[in-house]
């Protein structure tokens, strides 16, 4: 199976599965086959050592780049023509996913009555019906950017000006008129779906690389981690998108892309003389995360 699975393409794709699926898939596989060993005698036959053999090889691959929308994409976006209902609904929530950071799929249960915009808050509380991860739920905070509020705004108003406050912050739209439709008050499963497609047809249409709903909240995150100034600032970006530790917010959304890199080792020599007192505050704060990580260890 490991072998097959190193070999395979799906969908008369060109490229192999990547080493992340490959690993997933036969973990999934050492998981359910020892699941059958404990639950049902008769497959006893099954060895716990095979089950542990499920493991692929090595797989060498290029490092995957970890591109993100750049604030000046999230603001060009914002200041793109919108003619219809559907692009602007998409456009404000693009603009929605960089200001809180929501997923996808608690954004498009968001009700109306779950944002604030007077207090910059959203509220994807399960308790309201949102599809929040693992059922988690917290008051978030937009970033005060004004330009980008009053995409946001603009819609917002729109909707309420005919939706009740029950419906759906990514308006359900009548498959007749394509207008509002204040009589829906459930979506289906494929909301998630309906929104990914709306984004790639915007993004398409205003001249835009394709970025997924999930890439505008690495961007949120990115933004705040790039403008934190203390571990309390840190920590505050971390717990707004509802992370369950500052690990995760570290390992996985604070990497920096290549170029990204070589800018800031390139303007390395340029601070060498600089004064202890004016050091770089992201270079403090990198310190005291390390304190930080050594003490609750």
């Given at each position: 199976?490991?072998e097959y699975?190193?070999?395979?393409r799906l969908g008369g ?7 992340m ?5 036969l ?8 699941w059958?060993?404990?639950n049902?005698?008769?497959?006893r036959?099954?060895k ?10 090595r797989?060498e691959?290029l490092?995957?780049q ?16 919108a003619?219809?209902?559907v ?16 997923r996808?799929g608690?954004f498009v ?13 959203g ?16 008051t ?9 509020l ?10 309420r000006s005919?939706?009740p406050s029950n419906s ?15 009589k829906r008050k ?7 779906a309906?929104?990914?497609k709306?984004?790639q ?8 690389p ?8 690495h ?11 203390t ?8 717990m707004n ?9 570290d390992?996985?959304?604070?990497r920096?892309?290549?170029e ?8 390395m ?14 270079f403090?704060?990198f310190?005291?995360?390390?304190k930080?990580?050594?003490l609750?260890?």
């Open positions: 199976m490991p699975l190193i070999a395979i794709n060109k490229q192999s599965l990547s080493s699926f490959i690993r997933k898939t973990e999934a596989g050492r998981k359910f086959f020892t059958v060993l404990d049902y005698p008769e497959y036959t099954i716990r050592n095979w089950i542990q053999a499920l493991k692929s090889r797989i691959e490092p995957k970890n591109k993100i929308p750049s604030f000046d994409d999230v603001v060009r976006i914002a200041s793109a023509p003619e219809t209902l692009e602007r609904r998409i456009r404000a929530s693009i603009v929605f996913w960089f200001l809180s950071g929501i996808v608690a249960s968001l009700p109306i009555k779950g944002v604030d915009l007077d207090k910059r808050t509220m994807p509380f399960p308790s309201m019906g949102v599809r929040t991860k693992n059922k988690k739920y917290a978030t905070t937009l970033y005060d950017i004004p330009e980008l009053e995409v946001v705004r603009d819609w917002d108003k729109e909707i005919v939706l759906f912050w990514f308006a359900p739209l009548s498959p007749d008129t394509q207008e509002l439709d204040p459930e979506i289906g499963e494929h909301r998630e309906i929104a990914r709306n984004l047809a915007y993004l398409s249409k205003i001249g835009m394709y970025n997924s709903p999930h890439k505008f909240r961007a949120h995150i990115h933004y705040g981690l790039e403008r934190s100034k571990m309390a600032d840190y920590k505050a970006v971390s998108v509802m992370h369950a530790s500052m690990d995760t917010t390992e996985v959304y604070s920096l892309d290549n990204e890199i070589k800018a800031r080792i390139q303007n020599d340029k601070q060498i003389d600089r004064k202890e007192e004016s050091m770089d505050q992201e403090l704060l310190q005291q995360f390390l930080w990580r050594k609750v260890k």
